[in-house]
């Protein structure tokens, strides 16, 4: 039998940093970014209330933040909270090759732990690469088979993201470091049946948590199997019907997952992003106002259609099921974050007046990243825009600069600018901190959400 | 699409006591009896020490007993030490129809939440036997096809019983019940992997911790699918490639799983079960002492000799995969229990001399339950034992007075004699407790013991 658990243990605990090229480390904290911007923007959420309800009640000691909010719980739950959090809006980061959500189980795992026990930012986005690497090899390794079975890969590899990098903090041996992966092998969980409840974004929470009780645990020789991973009846075999392990172990070190990221640019499904990048394009490019346009016609793949087909959507959480609300607000607002998918905006009688004036066909020419848009004028021009990849997707990836305008969308109304502009410098600075807990730390507002907060 | 998981929720929710028979509710105070001892016996093992050492700095309220000893923790991390170590000796109660260990998860969540919300015995006793009919019923719809994936079921299965326990002590609405189905459904793990490492007796710890946590969370409103078993990316399809879903809904409420619930009398393997019984049987019929015996020959069935043909075992553990060495502290002790599965009694000269004159042969003709033994004397008798059912199975169940008797061996050295029968007596009459976490206190040593562990 191949050796794979202990190989990929093996690589993070002796893996040293300096052998991560410097757009891999800018990679890291672009992810590290847009994920502290979506657990702060989702920090109020009633997902978020329900579980803070239920659990704050039994946090041991309170050593950790839940990022945006003045709530400090012990690492494990507060691990949880911040996966629950980050993937809330589902507007987190994207490994496409696996549809893994990378940073939500490692970063709220190793960010938690780092308020217990101080780390540099040098440790800690360390610690979060080589999360992610085995995170999404293990992905890489199963998918699709796996997740053609039912199960949420976000919170399946996740857990052993979270206990790898845990793991690396808390400097596990490489014995501990295999019993970690093999107790988060044994912890594996997350159905794809969820999706739609709040049980989603509980995945990546859940990951976390259990990722960082498997380092805690292995830490003090808690024992596991050897091969939690490669075994007849570990991971890889009982949860997948096909699998590949050399995607685990293969170049180690020598490529990184986390250059493989994406960040979703809006707050919806990513069928509908490339219609919603025309219309903002169009809207830039021509200073386009609703009142304007007599109609908006797209073509586009058959899913945007299959699954964002609902013509008057009434509630926000439906607006992201539909291609027409979409593109009305794109025009309105140049933007479809989660602003854009409230109920009042799904209601506004601007926006319903334009969405009616969209209609949408099938193009089975186009692949799932394209669109063809054709917007008539009121003054009867026609505007044409063709997209050939979307942004945020691999081919265009958002910007640093979209990603700071990302950021301050989703902290608004939680933090001042003037502490999400500090924020955003913490974590595009994080591998210089002598801190790295002073990032969660930074995420709490202070003065009025304060007291809302408190 | 069945109903199913409703329908369970339903049945959890609304179900009276009083429909219950009383023969139903003995097994079940069996189950908790048998339960309690394995968890005290095994408080002091260092599966249980490690666990403690990694986790116990991160309690919340410490309003839960670890039985045994004087550590009290939250009431998740007191859940999963006491599936921890109730699983740990591998001598808990077996549901044989599905190889469920049903207490460990159930009991464990239900007795630590009893002592943060008192409940009376009658209550309790009315959860504990529900969970275990959810638990059992989810594991006999996907029983083998789920356990020959590779995924322990005690771990898988356990966690919807202490969901189902717990929910029902919380006073879960039935949507509420519906949903924590759902939550225990989307954390259910556990692989076969681990077997022979702490992470089995981990598993059904985890069950009680996670069951635990679903309710809860589902209290609060946290919503999740409301068919978390029965759709097509639901446990029951993800999680195995067969099912029957009748086995979950069909006459609820007027069979009861508890009943096929069966308790070991021997801390090893079941296939040696009948070879200790045949010898046990020998030794008391004719007052037999190691030194009349010439040599013992056993016929058995063949896994027998391929799972426990070690001729000279070297440790307590390597003891419990020795017939050898089990019918020869059969008939020196009459006994087969912890303490004659430990390294000093493996290695000890007179059990030695007498293991080295018992051989085994494979007769294909007996079943897995039967043994023929052959006894020669240094008088030149020959004894001869043909055991048709072990004792312990359920044709040939253990005694009330057997399962005292193995209590009283498991808290040997923990508990005082006097301690230990208060104990008894209280597990004996649970339903009759005005507050069932009485127990849980009771399994508390006082004196030197609790200097020791304090």
Same mark, same amino acid.
């Given at each position: 039998?191949?050796?794979?658990?202990?190989?990929? @243990?093996?690589?993070?605990?002796?893996?040293?940093?300096?052998?991560?090229?410097?757009?891999?480390?800018?990679? @890291? @904290?672009?992810?590290?970014?847009?994920?502290?911007?979506? #657990?702060?923007?989702?920090?109020?959420?009633?997902?978020?209330?329900?579980?803070l309800a239920a659990l704050a009640g039994f946090s041991g000691p309170a050593?950790?933040?839940?990022? *945006?909010?003045?709530?400090? &719980?012990?690492?494990? &739950? #507060? !691990? &949880?909270?911040?996966?629950?959090?980050?993937?809330?809006?589902d507007f987190d980061d994207t490994h496409l090759k696996t549809v893994i959500h990378p940073s939500g189980p490692v970063a709220s795992a190793i960010l938690a732990l780092a308020e217990r026990k101080p780390v540099t930012g040098e440790e800690f986005l360390h610690a979060f690469i080589l999360g992610v690497e085995a995170e999404c090899r293990i992905g890489n390794a199963v998918y699709p088979s796996h997740y053609d079975v039912g199960w949420h890969i976000t919170g399946t590899a996740g857990v052993f993201g979270a206990a790898a990098a845990a793991g690396r903090l808390l400097g596990l041996s490489e014995q501990q470091m295999t019993w970690a992966l093999g107790i988060a092998a044994t912890q594996s969980s997350g159905l794809r049946e969820m999706f739609g409840t709040m049980c989603k974004p509980f995945h990546p929470g859940n990951a976390a948590r259990n990722g960082l009780l498997? !380092?805690? &645990? #292995? *830490?003090?020789?808690?024992?596991?199997?050897?091969?939690?991973?490669? #075994?007849?009846?570990?991971? @890889?075999?009982?949860?997948?019907?096909?699998?590949?392990l050399k995607e685990i172990t293969e170049k180690l070190g020598e490529s990184w997952e986390i250059s493989l990221n994406t960040y979703k640019p809006f707050a919806c499904g990513i069928v509908i992003h490339p219609a919603i990048d025309g219309c903002i394009q169009l809207r830039n490019e021509h200073k386009l106002t609703a009142d304007q346009i007599e109609s908006i016609s797209l073509k586009a793949h058959p899913l945007v259609l299959e699954l964002t087909g609902k013509k008057t959507p009434q509630a926000g959480l439906e607006g992201k099921f539909s291609v027409y609300h979409s593109a009305a607000v794109a025009v309105i607002y140049g933007a479809a974050g989660e602003a854009q998918y409230s109920d009042a905006c799904v209601r506004d009688p601007q926006v319903t007046a334009l969405r009616d004036r969209v209609s949408a066909t099938v193009d089975r020419g186009l692949h799932e990243d394209q669109v063809r848009i054709s917007m008539k004028l009121k003054d009867g021009r026609t505007l044409e825009k063709f997209v050939e990849h979307a942004v945020g997707s691999l081919a265009r990836p958002m910007t640093d600069a979209d990603l700071e305008a990302k950021f301050r969308g989703l902290c608004e109304g939680i933090l001042s600018p003037l502490e999400t502009g500090n924020l955003i410098r913490l974590c595009w600075d994080v591998a210089k901190l002598k801190d790295a807990g002073e990032v969660a730390r930074a995420s709490v507002p202070a003065g009025r959400a304060r007291k809302a907060a408190g």
């Amino acid at each position: 039998m191949m050796e794979v658990t202990r190989k990929l @243990a093996r690589f993070i605990v002796e893996h040293h940093s300096a052998g991560i090229p410097q757009e891999v480390r800018h990679e @890291a @904290a672009r992810s590290f970014l847009n994920w502290v911007g979506c #657990a702060v923007g989702a920090s109020r959420h009633e997902t978020v209330e329900r579980a803070l309800a239920a659990l704050a009640g039994f946090s041991g000691p309170a050593e950790a933040t839940v990022l *945006g909010r003045w709530d400090k &719980l012990d690492i494990m &739950l #507060a !691990a &949880l909270m911040n996966g629950i959090t980050s993937h809330t809006f589902d507007f987190d980061d994207t490994h496409l090759k696996t549809v893994i959500h990378p940073s939500g189980p490692v970063a709220s795992a190793i960010l938690a732990l780092a308020e217990r026990k101080p780390v540099t930012g040098e440790e800690f986005l360390h610690a979060f690469i080589l999360g992610v690497e085995a995170e999404c090899r293990i992905g890489n390794a199963v998918y699709p088979s796996h997740y053609d079975v039912g199960w949420h890969i976000t919170g399946t590899a996740g857990v052993f993201g979270a206990a790898a990098a845990a793991g690396r903090l808390l400097g596990l041996s490489e014995q501990q470091m295999t019993w970690a992966l093999g107790i988060a092998a044994t912890q594996s969980s997350g159905l794809r049946e969820m999706f739609g409840t709040m049980c989603k974004p509980f995945h990546p929470g859940n990951a976390a948590r259990n990722g960082l009780l498997a !380092a805690l &645990l #292995a *830490g003090k020789n808690f024992t596991s199997s050897n091969q939690g991973i490669e #075994a007849p009846r570990g991971f @890889a075999h009982v949860l997948a019907t096909d699998r590949n392990l050399k995607e685990i172990t293969e170049k180690l070190g020598e490529s990184w997952e986390i250059s493989l990221n994406t960040y979703k640019p809006f707050a919806c499904g990513i069928v509908i992003h490339p219609a919603i990048d025309g219309c903002i394009q169009l809207r830039n490019e021509h200073k386009l106002t609703a009142d304007q346009i007599e109609s908006i016609s797209l073509k586009a793949h058959p899913l945007v259609l299959e699954l964002t087909g609902k013509k008057t959507p009434q509630a926000g959480l439906e607006g992201k099921f539909s291609v027409y609300h979409s593109a009305a607000v794109a025009v309105i607002y140049g933007a479809a974050g989660e602003a854009q998918y409230s109920d009042a905006c799904v209601r506004d009688p601007q926006v319903t007046a334009l969405r009616d004036r969209v209609s949408a066909t099938v193009d089975r020419g186009l692949h799932e990243d394209q669109v063809r848009i054709s917007m008539k004028l009121k003054d009867g021009r026609t505007l044409e825009k063709f997209v050939e990849h979307a942004v945020g997707s691999l081919a265009r990836p958002m910007t640093d600069a979209d990603l700071e305008a990302k950021f301050r969308g989703l902290c608004e109304g939680i933090l001042s600018p003037l502490e999400t502009g500090n924020l955003i410098r913490l974590c595009w600075d994080v591998a210089k901190l002598k801190d790295a807990g002073e990032v969660a730390r930074a995420s709490v507002p202070a003065g009025r959400a304060r007291k809302a907060a408190g």
